[in-house]
Nanobody
């Protein structure tokens, strides 16, 4: 059974930091492209950051220089370090995994940036 379980969301003040984690199981983690997507209230779900099976990363322009995606294949875990958070970073953050044939989503974790 495939599972992607996110954690680390919460309430943080503008300028603060959060670290999200997504623990995966049920598929060959190291061979998949992994990502973090986010969905603000009333908006579509958009990519925030992705990391390929080889470790190549790419980021949405809105988070470049502030967010860092990484993974630990031994722990089947992908992380998103979020620094210098802004109010507009508020939303539900979803973990994502894809191969040529399959893609999987986590259940999401809420991130709220507010003073």
């Amino acid at each position: 059974q495939v599972q992607l379980v996110e954690s680390g969301g919460g309430l943080v003040q503008p300028g603060g930091s959060l670290r999200l984690a997504c623990v995966a199981s049920g598929f060959a983690f190291s061979t998949y492209t992994l990502g973090w997507y986010r969905q603000a209230p009333g908006k579509q779900r958009d990519m925030a950051a992705r990391i390929s099976s080889y470790g190549r990363t790419n980021y949405a322009d809105s988070v470049k220089g502030r967010f860092t995606i990484s993974k630990d294949n031994a722990k089947s875990t992908v992380y998103l370090q979020m620094d210098s958070l802004k109010v507009e970073d508020t939303g539900v953050y979803y973990c994502y995994a894809e191969s040529i044939f399959y893609h999987y989503w986590g259940q999401g974790t809420q991130v709220t940036v507010s003073s």
